[in-house]
């Protein structure tokens, strides 16, 4: 998996979203970045998506890549 973020905002919303739906963080990334797709706001969509990758990253118990 590959994740490109921008800025810390990014992380920022993150934890705010598994803060407010816990398991469900990634869903709720999901359908905001649909939302935005539909409203034709692609920077947001790409966004959200990115948003929601690094939430499935962050649930993950166990080191992801390479580990040096």
Not at 16 to 25: C, S
Not at 41 to 52: A, D, S
């Amino acid at each position: 998996m590959q994740l490109f973020l921008a800025d810390r905002s990014s992380v920022d919303a993150a934890q705010d979203l598994i803060a407010a739906f816990g398991d469900d963080a990634g869903f709720e990334a999901a359908a905001r970045a649909d939302k935005s797709r539909d409203q034709g706001n692609h920077l947001h969509f790409c966004r959200w998506r990115q948003i929601e990758r690094l939430i499935v990253l962050m649930s993950v118990e166990r080191a992801v890549g390479t580990i040096h």
